[in-house]
Every structure is written in C-alpha cells, then in structure tokens.
C-alpha cells in the first residue's frame, strides 16, 4: 500500500543516477496517485541554472566554482532549496529531493524544513555505487563541469562529508534508509526501487 505522502531523499555520489532514477519515480508516482502533486528538487540543477544566468556576483560566482568543483556555500544550497520549499511543498504532495542534504549539518537545517511541512517520516534511498564506475560515468556524460579535477573533489567530499549523512538518517527515528545498488542498468535499478518502496 502506498504511503502517502512520500517524503524520499536519494543520496548517492554524482554519477549514481540519483537524477535519472528520482524522474522515472516520479512519472509512476503520478500514475498510480495522481491527485498529489509530485515536487522534485535537485540543488545541482538549481545551481546549475543559476550559474547560467550570469546576471550578477553571485551567479558568477556560482559559474566560476562549479567550473572547478568547489562545494557549494550551505547558504546558498539552503537558500535554494528553502526557496523551492517555499513555492511548492506542502504537507499533501510527494517529495523527492536530490543534493542534499550534503553534510550532517545540512542533515539538521533540513529537518527544521520537515518538521514546519509536517513531514517527519522519511525514505532515505542510498545509491550506492563504486567511484570507478561513477567516475567513468561522469566523463561519458561531458557535462562542462564534469572535469577530471571537479570529478576527484567530488568523489572526495562525498566520502568525508556526505558518507556520514547516511549514519545520521540510520539513527532517525521515523526513517527507513533503503540501499540500493546503482551500478546497475537504469530499468534494474528502477526496478528495485520501485519493489523496495511497495511500488511494482
């Protein structure tokens, strides 16, 4: 039976497919549900987007650090997805959310956002996924900012500072931390976690 509403975090390390997978849920979660909205939120297309427009200091601050692979700024991240809360969530629709949070610390600015939208029960859906492989992956897609020295600080900062987000969700009350392989092909890995949420 579905849960609703779903609130699932997806954490993996770029290259896992977080994106591709949380865009194939979505379509079936307005399929089998289609009376709740489905918000989606990704901080690295948010970044992304606000690099593009190059219209002041900050976005192109933004340009020039995403370029190298410097980590984002918490304000900034916070700004972008509080902003995104903002316009779209409320207690009713579906949640999915990919980029964050980033860090512990981010883990606790988040919850005062769940806590508000009254939306403490929570997926955690772990991508996990071997840096060869996701490295690999990276370069294929040859995005602009996927260079071999943004691709290493990456991998690097997920290690020290996101790895650790998954010990906290792990000891949350009211979450389920789900893992799933994500070196797989897109329709297995679709597959498992549309079983692992109840879903197929």
Same mark, same amino acid.
């Given at each position: *039976?579905?849960?609703?509403?779903?609130?699932?975090?997806?954490?993996?390390?770029? #290259?896992?497919?977080?994106?591709?997978?949380?865009?194939?849920?979505?379509?079936?979660?307005? !399929?089998?549900?289609? &009376?709740?909205?489905?918000?989606?939120?990704?901080? #690295?297309?948010?970044?992304?987007?606000?690099?593009?427009? *190059?219209?002041?200091?900050?976005?192109?601050?933004?340009? !020039?650090?995403? %370029?190298?692979? *410097?980590?984002?700024?918490?304000?900034?991240?916070?700004?972008?997805?509080?902003?995104?809360?903002?316009?779209?969530?409320?207690? !009713?629709?579906?949640?999915?959310?990919?980029?964050?949070?980033? &860090?512990?610390?981010?883990? %606790?600015?988040?919850? @005062?956002?769940?806590?508000?939208?009254?939306?403490?029960?929570?997926?955690?859906?772990?991508?996990?996924?071997?840096?060869?492989?996701?490295?690999?992956?990276?370069?294929?897609?040859?995005?602009? %900012? %996927?260079?071999?020295?943004?691709?290493?600080?990456?991998?690097?900062?997920?290690?020290?500072? &996101?790895?650790?987000?998954?010990?906290?969700?792990?000891?949350?009350?009211?979450?389920?931390?789900?893992?799933?392989? #994500?070196?797989?092909?897109? #329709?297995?890995?679709?597959?498992?976690?549309? @079983?692992?949420?109840?879903?197929?």
């Amino acid at each position: *039976m579905m849960n609703i509403p779903y609130t699932i975090i997806f954490i993996g390390p770029q #290259g896992s497919g977080k994106g591709t997978q949380i865009e194939l849920l979505a379509r079936v979660l307005k !399929e089998k549900d289609p &009376t709740n909205r489905v918000v989606d939120i990704q901080t #690295g297309r948010r970044f992304r987007a606000l690099a593009a427009k *190059m219209e002041g200091y900050t976005e192109r601050r933004v340009h !020039e650090t995403l %370029d190298s692979g *410097m980590l984002q700024p918490l304000f900034l991240s916070a700004m972008l997805w509080g902003d995104a809360f903002h316009q779209h969530v409320d207690p !009713e629709c579906h949640l999915l959310i990919d980029g964050f949070p980033r &860090t512990v610390h981010e883990a %606790d600015v988040l919850e @005062s956002a769940l806590s508000f939208y009254k939306r403490n029960h929570l997926i955690v859906l772990n991508l996990s996924a071997d840096e060869a492989i996701v490295r690999e992956r990276m370069i294929k897609r040859a995005r602009k %900012d %996927d260079t071999e020295t943004s691709i290493e600080a990456r991998l690097q900062w997920y290690r020290e500072e &996101t790895v650790p987000v998954l010990a906290y969700f792990r000891n949350r009350a009211q979450t389920t931390v789900v893992d799933c392989d #994500g070196t797989k092909s897109i #329709g297995e890995v679709h597959s498992e976690v549309l @079983s692992l949420l109840g879903l197929a």
